[in-house]
């Protein structure tokens, strides 16, 4: 199956470019994970609060209370989609990474995907 692109982009031949499921759910992932709750009008909850934790000093108890943060809010906006087997959160200085460890419904197929920013 394939979904629409998100965020909504068009492809060459001028249509709204599709994505098969496994891109389909890491951009969804990607998603949850960059938005900031209070950035959707319509959604104000939605969002993990990640990106916060860029500007913020390096601090284990921190990054543990991001981690099940972020854990949380994938669970809450995509847990139809995927079920969440862990989810880990690693800052520096300069940089963040999260890795997710998920498995689409109706499959016994484990995914690990890695997402990083930096400053």
């Known amino acids: 199956m394939t979904h629409f692109a998100v965020p909504p982009l068009i492809d060459i ?20 994970l960059m938005t900031q709750p209070g950035e959707r009008l319509n959604r104000p909850d939605f969002g993990s609060g990640l990106l916060q ?25 995509l847990g139809d989609l995927i079920e969440i087997g862990s989810v880990q959160v690693d800052s520096d200085e300069e940089s963040l990474r999260v890795l997710v460890v998920y498995s689409p419904r109706g499959s016994d197929r484990r995914v690990a995907e890695e997402f990083g920013w930096s400053l």
């Open 53 to 77: 934790l860029i500007l913020a000093p390096a601090d284990p108890t921190l990054a543990a209370t991001t981690q099940l943060t972020v854990q949380s809010a994938l669970q809450r906006w």
């Open 13 to 32: 031949s001028g249509r709204s470019a599709a994505l098969p499921d496994d891109e389909y759910i890491r951009a969804l992932i990607g998603e949850v």
